[in-house]
């Protein structure tokens, strides 16, 4: 199978891997020959030190690198079954790269983009045969992480879909398909994560290491809040909050936060900038949080219960299926639980209860508990047993 991967970066560098670790001819196109080089010598680099580690041996080192081509034209990718998108998100240039690279490809070839948020159904808008059209969204790093949503768009075709879903399980990910709405499953079902966490923050309950340590000790996340958000960048987890707001036409449970968006206007991105809500510099000591199982256990109750409620929303405006959700969370961003299974534990009424309690306390729609969740307390139901 031919597979042409549009971008260089990181992303598309690793979906390259992913798809040559599969056996597929892979063409990386990029139009900066110096993002080509470093790509090719970022997979010497990664494959060389899985051979240090005995995960592969040399012969399949190098079968890897002999499925990859980097090329700097377009027209290059001319004899692809599958290409994916893996550029800037924005969506006019998108436009204008499908555009282009139509008039190359065959008509049979599968035209799909790594958006995280943008709409497939625009993208697919800007193609003479809108219909091949797919969302196909990686999580970074690509060759690591389990997960893959399929996205098809209004225009996708029943054959696109199958098609898509084959070859991504073919290459050992595991998928789930998800309904063209903002931030599709995962970054739409994780904003609480890190929204109800700073309006915490806000609100002068507990600083940023407390939080941070009540969903590590307690919940079991790999990285609180704050230190994820530092990692991931300041700037772009505030955009992409920032974007799924105003794509859902300003719903308050997206709502972005303030203190988020001065800390990106002051540089302070997290640990590529050196300062975040922690200091990286060599001399910073971090902060100690608030020893007070109480106060620990309040927090991750609050922030729990809201992701809990949005991935009963998810499933109750059909997203996706309730084994989708979960395993996107699992495996897209390393929950320690789906959140579905998390509320069965925890159980319905609890969850009712505590949004209630908490709408009660706010009087705002942010915390409107999902019909989702009272239908099912009201009938006694769960989402797995």
Not at 56 to 80: A, M, P
Not at 108 to 133: D, G, M, V
Not at 315 to 322: K, M, T, V
Request: with cysteine; net charge negative.
């Amino acid at each position: 199978m031919n597979v042409g991967i549009i971008g260089s970066g990181t992303m598309g560098s690793g979906i390259a891997q992913v798809a040559a670790t599969a056996g597929c001819q892979v063409k990386l196109y990029d139009t900066n020959q110096a993002a080509l080089d470093k790509a090719k010598d970022s997979l010497e680099k990664i494959l060389s030190r899985l051979v240090e580690k005995g995960r592969i041996d040399s012969d399949e080192k190098s079968r890897i690198q002999g499925h990859i081509t980097y090329v700097d034209s377009l027209k290059d990718l001319g004899d692809s079954n599958l290409t994916i998108e893996a550029i800037i998100e924005n969506l006019d240039i998108k436009k204008k790269v499908f555009s282009e690279l139509e008039s190359y490809v065959a008509d049979e070839c599968i035209i799909a983009s790594n958006t995280s948020s943008l709409s497939i159904a625009s993208i697919a808008s800007s193609l003479q045969k809108p219909e091949r059209c797919i969302g196909i969204h990686f999580f970074n790093p690509a060759p690591l992480m389990k997960l893959v949503e399929v996205i098809p768009a209004v225009q996708t075709s029943k054959t696109v879909l199958d098609k898509s879903v084959d070859i991504i399980k073919n290459w050992k990910k595991t998928v789930a398909v998800a309904k063209d709405t903002p931030g599709f499953i995962v970054n739409r079902v994780a904003r609480p994560f890190y929204g109800e966490s700073l309006r915490i923050y806000e609100e002068g309950i507990a600083d940023f290491a407390t939080i941070d340590h009540s969903l590590k000790t307690l919940g079991g996340f790999r990285m609180g809040p704050f230190e994820l958000m530092d990692f991931i960048g300041n700037d772009v987890n505030y955009t992409v909050t920032e974007t799924v707001f105003t794509a859902f036409y300003f719903d308050p449970r997206y709502k972005p936060s303030f203190t988020q968006k001065r800390f990106a206007e002051a540089g302070y991105l997290g640990r590529k900038s050196g300062k975040g809500y922690y200091d990286y510099s060599e001399a910073a000591t971090k902060p100690e949080p608030t020893q007070d199982h109480e106060l620990s256990q309040s927090i991750f109750d609050r922030v729990l219960v809201m992701l809990i409620n949005e991935a009963a929303d998810a499933l109750f405006l059909n997203i996706a299926s309730a084994e989708d959700i979960d395993n996107a969370m699992t495996k897209g961003v390393n929950y320690p639980k789906g959140l579905l299974a998390w509320a069965d534990e925890k159980g319905i009424d609890w969850c009712v209860a505590k949004l209630d309690e908490l709408y009660n306390e706010y009087h705002e729609d942010r915390y409107r508990c999902s019909p989702m969740l009272r239908e099912m307390n009201r009938e006694n139901k769960t989402f797995f047993n």
